[in-house]
């Protein structure tokens, strides 16, 4: 792979603007068919964090004061997360030459859960490839094709199975300690965790049904006003602005990784942000998403990343073997592949062209 200048590009703000829409549209689909009828108050309120809109919904006398409680969450952790904030507990890791740094519940359970589907996965999520994506430009926007040499030397310093994550039960705090030079990006697991959080904080506030949708991200609080179950569409990645089906869910999370998401063009190719961990380079596989379907916003966000770099077959292996989830996976040649336990959730959008439905036992 040869070397370039450092890619200023304006189909950025497109494929921005391309996800914001279909964003948007999911989100419409899903209140239409969630609030109608209901006949119970909503508030809705959107806030940019983690470089995502989202939109967070709430239902009820307490919606506001939910909502409120929800935002206010993701902004904390949003400013906990960021390794490029030097305020952030994340660029103290980052920084730490191996030093012990204390972390919070929240960071804890996410280095655990990535820790977990990282040995389940032989390493397929891995979040010391920071220093991989950063050299991809998908950091800051400044896209570079890297060389082979660039991309090993990058590679070197993972060491995501020399995590050291203390737990101190007496005081409820955690420390954790990678070896010096690692860093490490929680952007895998970051917006599922928040979605979680953020939900129990609406619940706190009294709320009893609700629906957070960060991106590629969506967390339901309870069951629609009504009792019944809530919709969630699944984006189609051949046409973002539409979805190739809905699926019906109670309390749960739905979280989405794909190809189609951010991406940049050179030279007659496209490089996605989604890296394989042994490669360095752009997940190349039959996939063009991977839905995880799970009570645990974290460990659906972790799963995803990690099902779509196994690709089709190691991803539905991988489901047999540990369980606990329902998957969608979307291939190149047009199949929908759903888990089992969706047979009665899962609803086909007969106006998505060219798919084919079936279910893995």
């Not at 997360?81 to 507990?89: A, R, V, Y």
């Not at 204390?102 to 979040?127: C, E, F, N, R, W």
């Not at 496209?270 to 998403?289: D, G, K």
Request: aromatic fraction near 8%; charged fraction near 15%; charge should be neutral.
């Amino acid at each position: 792979m040869n070397s370039m200048p450092v890619i200023k590009t304006l189909s950025k703000r497109f494929h921005f603007s391309r996800r914001l829409a279909a964003l948007l549209l999911c989100v419409i689909l899903m209140l239409t068919l969630c609030a109608c009828g209901s006949g119970s108050k909503m508030e809705q309120k959107q806030i940019f964090a983690m470089d995502t809109v989202m939109t967070l919904t709430a239902y009820g006398k307490r919606a506001q004061e939910g909502i409120n409680a929800a935002a206010s969450v993701i902004n904390s952790m949003d400013a906990q997360l960021d390794p490029e904030i030097p305020t952030s507990i994340i660029y103290a890791i980052n920084h730490a030459e191996g030093a012990n740094i204390v972390v919070t519940p929240q960071i804890a359970k996410m280095l655990s859960t990535a820790k977990t589907v990282y040995d389940q996965s032989g390493g397929a999520l891995d979040l010391s490839l920071y220093p991989v994506v950063k050299l991809w430009g998908f950091v800051d926007g400044r896209y570079y094709v890297p060389t082979d040499i660039e991309l090993s030397a990058a590679l070197v310093r993972k060491a995501y199975d020399k995590m050291i994550l203390t737990s101190y039960p007496a005081t409820g705090s955690y420390s954790v300690s990678f070896p010096a030079g690692t860093e490490i990006s929680m952007a895998s697991v970051a917006k599922g965790c928040a979605a979680e959080n953020a939900v129990a904080a609406m619940r706190q506030a009294g709320v009893e049904s609700g629906i957070i949708s960060l991106g590629g991200n969506v967390q339901t609080l309870g069951l629609k006003p009504d009792g019944s179950k809530w919709t969630v569409a699944i984006q189609d990645p051949k046409e973002p602005s539409g979805w190739v089906g809905t699926v019906q869910v109670g309390e749960m999370a739905v979280v989405t990784s794909g190809s189609y998401q951010r991406y940049f063009e050179y030279d007659g190719n496209t490089y996605h942000h989604i890296i394989n961990p042994m490669s360095a380079s752009p997940v190349n596989n039959n996939l063009l998403s991977a839905t995880i379907i799970c009570e645990d916003g974290t460990m659906a966000d972790a799963l995803s990343t990690a099902m779509f770099v196994m690709g089709e077959s190691r991803a539905l292996n991988y489901w047999r073997t540990y369980g606990g989830f329902e998957m969608i996976l979307i291939t190149k040649d047009g199949k929908v592949i759903c888990t089992k336990g969706l047979i009665d959730n899962y609803v086909p959008n007969t106006q998505a062209a060219g798919y084919t439905v079936r279910y893995s036992e």
